[in-house]
């Protein structure tokens, strides 16, 4: 099929000033540009006038969590409805390959605050190229909605080696998750991914992470971390990772790079100035962002380490025996744990966002100081008794950033976008269906913080740039027509704290891979996406496509 999109103001993805242009697209691929009206002989199926709209390359989020909501909701119409084309998973070290079954099965527990668990799911898949084979299954009619490219995670991977308990890895031990990761990229896994704050991956030394840095850097893949604190020593968390890619030559992307907690008001420029000594050294580094404030994670991660050793029934056992109860309170309480990033739990910041058991459902939208408050108990009673009648599966928001902060890094020159969106909850953090058009709205339109050009760039070429994606990323000739039409004037967020799931104002037309996923505003139901896989030759494509 071709479509004709005739008299679009085009911002192509690479930074440079928009223009006028008609643009063809035949079949998947983006067959014809030029100047405006010039294209109009030429034979179409369907001819979309887009006076007044801007086109420009799909948008491409460096830090997804639909791994298994790509799947179970296919409609997938949190992203698509914010022109998102390309989802980069497996993020935080933890997802759901490379597993054997009883990995598999302690995973699903220990995510499912992010990712939902569900019973009635056909876990078919243990590798990470049975992982990407699913996605790319045909399915009633479709395969996954956007595209997807994967981090294969460090801290399954470890749990895969070595199980969920705390330790320092063997040599033997440390050479088989080298080359678990070896055959996890060999598979199509774009780099590599840390939770240093989730276990089991926060036991890893700086060593045991080097070495699995090496690996991916040797293959022409790159480290994407949630390091080791965004609160107390946020800084030399930072530094540890970029002394990793400089040691290793493994090239970083930061992910969130937040600096929050009341720890780092007012200190981004301090996080900005070590990114750039270290860039003008030649490490090669990136990052991504979330254009809000509040942060989200499970509830159990608030945990110390120690205390989440061995997995989830072992994590209950603890918070119910009442001495080690009392260690675990006085690490939450006294001393900052390092689940909590250092910092003392402040338990009015701690939203419920979800709950896997439904009895529980009246807590959502409250905090740990209100429920406590409201049932006359103590925070730290409240917070164990969720925990234990949840068995761990409690999302939650964390009110704990700085605006100051929030906008000095997203203008910096290695920024992309990134929603880091979990999907499921009774009200999760409405990035998941606000980001993209927050930048381009709020930030962008509203502030003036970036042009329009440098935005669609952050979110568009410079991501495609990281993930070495072929023929992605941009509105060129023979590139793949993911693409979103969209009204510079009324494009925003309306997704709210308050009313998470609603779609973006202004964002008229999604295609993915040439198929209009959103028409006129309105979802088509098509699903047109992707895997995106490492090929040999390091470039990310749709296995079997070449250059």
């Known amino acids: 099929m071709k479509t004709l999109i005739s008299n679009a103001t085009l911002v192509d993805g690479t930074g440079d000033a928009r223009r006028n242009a008609d643009v063809l697209v035949d079949g998947t691929d983006i067959a014809a540009i030029a100047e405006a009206g010039s294209l109009a002989s030429e034979p179409a199926d369907r001819t979309i006038d887009a006076t007044g709209l801007v086109l420009s390359p799909g948008f491409i989020d460096m830090h997804a969590h639909s791994d298994l909501q790509l799947l179970v909701t296919p409609d997938h119409y949190a992203k698509l409805s914010q022109g998102v084309t390309t989802e ?30 569900p019973e009635d799911f056909d876990w078919d898949w243990r590798t990470v190229g049975e992982y990407l084979d699913r996605l790319d299954e045909e399915n009633d009619g479709g395969r996954i909605a956007t595209n997807a490219a994967y981090l294969v995670p460090q801290g399954t991977v470890r749990a895969l080696v070595m199980g969920f308990d705390e330790g320092e890895a063997t040599p033997e031990q440390l050479e088989q998750m080298r080359q678990v990761v070896r055959t996890a990229m060999a598979e199509g896994a774009v780099g590599m991914s840390s939770g240093l704050t989730y276990t089991p991956g926060m036991y890893a030394t700086t060593e045991e992470l080097g070495a699995l840095c090496s690996a991916v850097g040797e293959l022409g893949g790159f480290y994407a971390p949630h390091h080791r604190s965004y609160g107390k020593g946020a800084l030399a968390a930072y530094a540890e990772m970029i002394g990793l890619s400089r040691d290793t030559g493994c090239a970083l992307h930061l992910s969130h790079a937040t ?37 989200a994670t499970t509830l159990s991660a608030i945990l110390p380490s120690w205390a989440s050793a061995g997995g989830t029934e072992a994590t209950l056992s603890r918070l119910r025996d009442p001495e080690t109860k009392a260690r675990i309170r006085e690490a939450v309480e006294i001393y900052g744990s390092d689940g909590c990033h250092g910092v003392v739990a402040e338990w009015d910041t701690l939203e419920i966002s979800g ?52 906008r000095a890094i997203m203008v910096h020159r290695t920024h992309t976008g990134g929603s880091d969106g979990l999907l499921v909850g009774g009200k999760p953090h409405p990035r998941a269906w606000g980001t993209f058009p927050r930048y381009l709205g709020h930030y962008s339109r509203e502030l003036g913080l970036m042009s329009l050009e440098e935005t669609v760039h952050h979110l568009s070429g410079r991501p495609a740039e990281r993930l070495k994606l072929d023929r992605r990323g941009l509105v060129r000739e023979g590139y793949a027509a993911d693409l979103v039409l969209f009204d510079p004037e009324t494009v925003r967020d309306t997704a709210t704290f308050e009313n998470p799931r609603q779609a973006a104002a202004g964002i008229h037309y999604v295609f993915v891979n040439g198929t209009a996923a959103i028409d006129g505003g309105r979802p088509t139901g098509a699903r047109a996406g992707r895997a995106l896989r490492r090929s040999p030759d390091g470039r990310t494509r749709v296995e079997g496509t070449e250059a």
């Open 355 to 406: 709950v896997q058991n439904q009895a529980l459902a009246g807590y959502v939208g409250r905090t740990i100081a209100q429920i406590a408050a409201d049932e006359g108990r103590e925070p730290f009673e409240a917070f164990t008794k969720i925990l234990l009648d949840d068995r761990l599966g409690t999302g939650i928001l964390q009110h704990v950033g700085h605006e100051e902060n929030v």
């Open 88 to 117: 980069l998973l497996g993020q935080d070290g933890l997802s759901y390959a490379p597993v054997d079954d009883a990995t598999l099965a302690g995973i699903r527990q220990k995510i499912a605050g992010w990712n939902d668990n």
């Open 259 to 295: 600096m929050n907690f009341a720890e780092n008001k007012g200190r981004a420029g301090e996080l900005l100035a070590l990114i750039d000594e270290a860039l003008d050294a030649g490490v090669d580094i990136t990052l991504d962002t979330y254009p809000y404030l509040p942060g």
